[in-house]
């Protein structure tokens, strides 16, 4: 009873199994209860519902030996430990917050920092110093020192090269890095570093407003070449140690071959990039290669045969080839290659045979709904067809100067054709041949001009906003799209053409030019059918007294011939005129091209008044010119047709004559048939 009342009045367990083990326990020894074993904890019913026992001290020691009893006790003992140890840890875990609990470290950081690159033997003191500086004080990775004394020749940054790599975390890092490491070399060691790719404060917000406005200007679209984030900073020291006194230089054979400064300094040079920058640019293997000293991984994986792969690396690669096209064609196969096997040649018969099946499927269109099909659903075919029409165009619309005439339904179709396979492609690939179109149409007059005036403010537009850039003859070409067309007044039209011809300007050409000049006032008089006539001529008028004002050089002959022609076609015979005395008002001879065009623009007009007047003024300066120029060839032919419109009957009183017949009349001393017999005699 009395047993029975003390384990009822002890509320802990570990007080109940110390008062057990005293009862239990024999006579000659006593347990050992240590003093915090007595102490009252709160007792835990949860925790006896997953307590286990083992039956197997049962079976072997008889239940009622005292051992027996002891060892049962102990467990018990153990196992009420273990829960009251396990109790404690939930409870503590459980009443910190979540926004307090420390995560585990996902990488197990190093015990040791890694070690320093070997300071080479022989170089400058500064070199250790900045090796701990860079690793202690910047935090750089990874770093790695190359010796490049040896290279023979000299490295173009200077010689007895030493370049450190070291890599940044961030882009924020690289910059940081860099600039400390630029004042604590001219604080510490009083050298003037240049740090290449460091942007100063006021650069990097010019750069921010640019980016900015940029991206603005693109509707929100990322500038990612913006000059801010390039992921890597060369810092040169320059040359340490570098003499200043000039000396002779003297050569292999003991002569001397000048004077200069003797090279015998070690220039220092420390490359900071990202991680990804690092990998991408790889200098250390250039620098490696230069130097002849293996590159890591290299010779692992040229010698690498197909024996030393991996089972699954096998199944994959053989998986991932190509099957065969039928059973004879293994030789022109090449998916069936072994990796990483020496690239062979076989003979291109079957290709050839596949390529032109392709091509045959493109000219077997027969409808515009199969050819609009195709161009949307197959792009191979659609560049194809570009490559064809960019190769045709020169041979089915020469020059205009070349007198080739050019069937204007033909043009329409091309025209047509091209929009069709410029749609969808990238404008910058297709932008110089759809202005070449453009411009032909332009001058043939076989274009809507309304469309005409949309695709050259929309060229002018792509050349701006994809930076393309563009020929001189191009920046012509876009100046006669955009007068040839009236979709807008004049007004607006001439604001377009100095939106193109300010970016002209900024592009380093100039503007204030005569081919400039000619092409404004050939493309504004081509449109004289509209009835802003009078504000066009106006234009052609003030930029005669440009020409006049800026006392520009003379014009070439093919400028002025397109000059004469635009006058001619406006009827402007003064203006031919001013233009034909051009040459001799800078004292420069005219070629026998210039009186043959003269004659045959004349001829074109049918007027013999005109033709008189031409032959009066050109034939005997045909004669003055130095040197001077024989009514023969192509001139004589352009001469005749121009003075058998002045007076029809000239050229068969002149071959009378020339036979022997002999006339009286007033007709054989007219002027015309004698000045034929002139030119009769002297191609004698």
Not at 362 to 378: A, G, M
Not at 393 to 398: G, I, R, S, T, V
Not at 521 to 534: G, K
Not at 560 to 577: E, F, K, N, P
Request: proline share 6%; glycine share 6%; hydrophobic share 35%.
């Amino acid at each position: 009873m009395a047993a029975q009342r003390a384990l009822t009045s002890a509320g802990c367990s570990h007080c109940r199994l110390a008062i057990l083990k005293l009862f239990a326990s024999p006579a000659n020894s006593l347990p050992r209860v240590r003093a915090r074993s007595f102490q009252c904890r709160p007792h835990l019913n949860a925790a006896a519902s997953i307590r286990t026992f083992s039956s197997q001290i049962s079976r072997n020691v008889p239940s009622g030996h005292p051992r027996s009893t002891e060892e049962g006790l102990e467990d018990s003992d153990t196992l009420d430990t273990r829960e009251h140890q396990d109790a404690g840890t939930d409870s503590n875990s459980t009443d910190i917050p979540w926004y307090l609990q420390v995560e585990p470290p996902r990488h197990v950081a190093p015990i040791e920092p890694p070690p320093l690159p070997e300071v080479p033997a022989d170089s400058p003191e500064i070199i250790g110093s900045l090796l701990e500086y860079v690793s202690e004080d910047l935090g750089l990775d990874e770093l790695s020192l190359l010796d490049l004394r040896e290279l023979d020749p000299p490295a173009a940054l200077g010689p007895n090269l030493f370049m450190l790599f070291g890599t940044a975390r961030s882009e924020r890092h690289l910059n940081v890095s860099a600039g400390r490491l630029v004042r604590w070399l001219r604080a510490k060691h009083r050298v003037g570093a240049h740090a290449d790719g460091l942007l100063g404060p006021n650069e990097r917000k010019t750069k921010l407003r640019r980016k900015a406005k940029r991206a603005k200007l693109l509707g929100g679209v990322e500038d990612t070449d913006d000059g801010l984030n390039t992921g890597w900073i060369c810092v040169n020291l320059g040359t340490i140690g570098r003499g200043k006194e000039e000396s002779a230089v003297v050569a292999d054979d003991g002569r001397v071959t000048g004077f200069g400064v003797s090279q015998n300094g070690s220039t220092i040079v420390v490359q900071i990039m990202t991680e990804s920058r690092r990998l991408e640019m790889g200098l250390e293997t250039l620098w490696k290669r230069a130097l002849g000293e293996p590159v890591d991984g290299s010779a692992e994986s040229e010698t690498r045969s197909p024996d030393d792969l991996h089972p699954l690396e096998k199944a994959v690669l053989s998986s991932s080839r190509r099957p065969a096209v039928s059973q004879n064609a293994h030789f022109n196969d090449t998916s069936r290659r072994i990796p990483f096997e020496q690239t062979r040649s076989y003979s291109t018969q079957q290709a050839a045979v596949r390529e032109t099946s392709e091509i045959d499927k493109l000219f077997c269109v027969r409808s515009k709904e199969d050819l609009e099909q195709t161009l949307k659903v197959d792009v191979d075919q659609k560049y194809r067809l570009f490559g064809i029409l960019q190769h045709r165009f020169d041979e089915l619309f020469p020059r205009s100067d070349d007198g080739i005439p050019v069937k204007k339904q033909v043009l329409s179709a091309f025209i047509q054709l091209s929009i069709r396979t410029c749609q969808d492609l990238p404008p910058h690939q297709t932008w110089g041949f759809r202005l070449a179109v453009q411009t032909k149409a332009c001058e043939l007059g076989t274009t809507d001009p309304v469309s005409a005036g949309h695709d050259a403010r929309l060229l002018v537009e792509e050349m701006n906003l994809y930076g393309i850039e563009a020929t001189r003859e191009q920046y012509l070409q876009l100046l006669t799209c955009i007068y040839s067309s009236n979709i807008e007044e004049l007004g607006e039209q001439t604001k377009l053409a100095l939106r193109l011809l300010k970016t002209v300007q900024q592009r380093g050409q100039p503007i204030l030019a005569n081919d400039i000049i000619v092409t404004i006032i050939e493309a504004v008089a081509r449109r004289s059918d509209q009835p802003d006539f009078r504000a066009r001529v106006g234009l052609i008028k003030r930029l005669e007294e440009v020409f006049l004002q800026a006392r520009l050089p003379c014009m070439d002959e093919p400028l002025i011939m397109r000059l004469m022609s635009t006058y001619a076609r406006l009827r402007d015979w003064q203006g031919v005129w001013d233009a034909w005395r051009m040459p001799p008002k800078y004292l420069l001879p005219r070629s026998p091209a210039m009186y043959e065009y003269m004659y045959q623009l004349a001829a074109a007009t049918h007027s013999r008044a005109i033709c008189k007047m031409t032959i009066r003024r050109c034939f005997q300066g045909m004669l003055s010119e130095n040197p001077p120029v024989r009514p023969n060839g192509m001139v004589l032919k352009a001469l005749m047709e121009c003075i058998r419109i002045a007076d029809p009957g000239a050229e068969e009183i002149a071959q009378s004559l020339a036979s022997g017949v002999t006339s009286q009349s007033r007709r054989a001393r007219s002027e015309f048939v004698q000045l034929i017999r002139d030119i009769q005699l002297m191609n004698r």
